[in-house]
């Protein structure tokens, strides 16, 4: 069983811009968005998967991730998923020996930007870095398939 171990947070300044590692463009939407469960087709590059998570809420759910062909991916975002589509750049910043991963909205949710980081195992320590804000994990507005009904642009 595959579990994604995650926690969610906004950003307190830009002072992690100087710290990228590298940054990679997603295009994703979504197919299903249920109380159990969503499906996803995301495209970064010249590779494309298909994404099933749990719907649940909090630091750890099921997700199961497949590799499928990049032609595929495109026919499915274009005519299939849910819009608008989720386009973000995603930057990699590495700090206290840890991986985040910064998604910097574009389209429908501009200006948003969410901070996470994926743990090996539940309740591991982590240092928070000083240019983190407030925790969102429990927050449902941020997860990509609310942003894919509600967009950031949308909120009042």
């Avoid at 990049?70 to 991986?99: M, S, W, Y």
């Amino acid at each position: 069983m595959a579990i994604e171990i995650e926690h969610k947070f906004l950003l307190a300044n830009e002072e992690w811009r100087k710290h990228i590692n590298r940054s990679v463009n997603y295009r994703q939407g979504y197919l299903s968005s249920a109380p159990t469960s969503s499906v996803r087709v995301r495209i970064s590059d010249k590779q494309a998967w298909l994404n099933i998570k749990s719907a649940t809420i909090g630091t750890h759910r099921h997700e199961y991730e497949y590799e499928i062909p990049l032609a595929d991916a495109n026919e499915i975002l274009n005519n299939l998923c849910k819009k608008p589509l989720i386009e973000k750049t995603r930057h990699f910043v590495i700090d206290d020996g840890n991986v985040w991963e910064i998604d910097e909205f574009d389209g429908a949710n501009q200006g948003l930007y969410v901070a996470e980081i994926e743990l090996p195992e539940i309740g591991q320590h982590f240092t928070k870095p000083n240019w983190l804000g407030i925790e969102v994990t429990d927050d449902l507005r941020y997860y990509n398939n609310n942003l894919a009904i509600h967009p950031y642009s949308e909120w009042q």
